[in-house]
Nanobody, 124 residues
Framework: QVQLQESGPGLVKPSQMLSLTCTVS??????????WNWIRQPPGKGLEWMGA???????YYSPSLKSRTSISRDTSKNQFSLQLSSVTPEDTAVYYC????????????????WGQGTQVTVSS
């Protein structure tokens, strides 16, 4: 069974870059035609899909965050990462990585799986 685990700093200062990594175990990020996603949930708000990277390395971004977001992967470590630049307090959220997330329905697709989430606070 695939497992996902987010890691990264819990506190980021305004204007700096937020960097998170998702480590995947129990399955390869390069096989199975899966899409690997980053999603966040600000306090009191719903889930927001940020972007994704495919099994073949293709990337996709939310139009509202595209200018500040970069998703990459390290296949040797079976990890994929998120970088969000120029953060503000509005970027404070629980950040999740997930396999097979449908941004339209905000639900996992077939063979979907969540990481446990990591709280990131943007504050000076």
């Amino acid at each position: 069974q695939v497992q996902l685990q987010e890691s990264g700093p819990g506190l980021v200062k305004p204007s700096q870059m937020l960097s998170l990594t998702c480590t995947v175990s129990g399955g390869s990020i390069t096989t199975g035609y899966f899409t690997w996603n980053w999603i966040r949930q600000p306090p009191g708000k719903g889930l927001e899909w940020m972007g994704a990277i495919d099994y073949d390395g293709s990337t996709y971004y939310s139009p509202s965050l595209k200018s500040r977001t970069s998703i990459s992967r390290d296949t040797s470590k079976n990890q994929f990462s998120l970088q969000l630049s120029s953060v503000t307090p509005e970027d404070t959220a629980v950040y999740y990585c997930a396999r097979e997330f449908d941004p339209v329905s905000s639900r996992l697709g077939d063979f979907g799986s969540w990481g446990q989430g990591t709280q990131v606070t943007v504050s000076s």
